[in-house]
């Protein structure tokens, strides 16, 4: 269990993708991680593009950078959600300027644009969203998995076996 101890957000909101949600949470629980979900309201039950729940245990203004080792962001419609909370915003910010690793995959891209941390990144998305990651200041691939120091960036569910892997790769060598 190389992930023991390990504490993890995993950001939701409305039509957050089903399996890019639900996915990484599993793999990083089977290695010993405590994933907590987080959302704007707590205790709220956001229903996935396809219909799967999951209820915030948390809400964005009750948790602290510093209490967890990492964060994942979820695709889907939620990224466009989830880019408009400040709080979840100045989290990833300071994740990122304590290298914490960052799990983003599909549209989860646009927190992370909203969060100005792609100034120089290499990254991958959805080929949707591919023009505002280079707008955003990124170097944008595409391929299965990136990982560019402690940022993850994965795009679509086909990806999800090497993408839960590497962030669970990353969150081993913290």
């Not at 996915?23 to 907590?36: C, F, H, N, S, T």
């Not at 998305?125 to 960036?153: E, Q």
């Amino acid at each position: 269990m190389r992930l023991k101890g390990k504490k993890i957000i995993a950001a939701v909101d409305e039509e957050f993708e089903d399996l890019e949600l639900w996915y990484p949470i599993l793999r990083l629980q089977e290695e010993g991680a405590i994933v907590d979900l987080v959302g704007q309201e707590k205790g709220k039950t956001y229903i996935g593009k396809y219909g799967v729940p999951a209820t915030a245990a948390y809400a964005f203004d009750e948790v602290q950078a510093s209490q967890y080792d990492g964060i994942l962001i979820p695709g889907g419609w939620a990224p466009d959600k989830l880019r408009r909370y400040e709080t979840l915003l100045s989290i990833v910010k300071e994740m990122d300027q304590d290298q914490k690793p960052i799990g983003q995959i599909c549209h989860a891209g646009w927190v992370l644009i909203s969060a100005n941390i792609l100034q120089g990144r290499n990254v991958t998305s959805t080929p949707g969203i591919k023009d505002d990651m280079v707008n955003a200041g990124a170097t944008w691939h595409d391929t299965a998995v990136i990982g560019d120091g402690h940022i993850i960036s994965s795009r679509r569910p086909p990806d999800l076996p090497p993408y839960a892997k590497a962030f669970a790769d990353k969150l081993a060598e913290q």
